[in-house]
Nanobody, 121 residues
């Protein structure tokens, strides 16, 4: 009932930048939060950044000072600006939204299909 479409992944050299975008659509009553997770080869999926409707943010320690998450509430879109990229940032990045599709129900997590980010040394 909620669809998330990611864009902006690709190949970049170490020290470079990328900006990821994710737009949510569907039968959405409200979105409490949006964010990004990533999964590198052989690793489990981990939180990268998270933002609430009131713009409260949190980041993984490994990306603090390099990545910035932002959100356009009117467009139900979340962005991840990634600067000073390192080879260890290479992963599939997944967008998520904590959203309600029924006013009488608790919000649930919804996930995008993922976009590949590759950082060369």
């Amino acid at each position: 009932q909620v669809q998330l479409v990611e864009s902006g992944g690709g190949l970049v050299q170490a020290g470079g930048s990328l900006r990821l975008s994710c737009a949510a659509s569907g039968s959405i009553i409200s979105i409490n939060a949006m964010g990004w997770y990533r999964q590198a080869p052989g690793n489990q999926r981990e939180l990268v950044a998270h933002i609430t409707t009131d713009a409260t943010t949190n980041y993984a320690n490994s990306v603090k000072g390099r990545f910035t998450i932002s959100r356009d509430n009117a467009k139900n879109t979340v962005y991840l600006q990634m600067n000073s990229l390192k080879p260890e940032d290479t992963a599939v990045y997944y967008c998520y939204a904590l959203a309600k599709v029924r006013r009488w129900a608790s919000p649930s997590d919804y996930w995008g299909q993922g976009t590949q980010v590759t950082v060369s040394s």
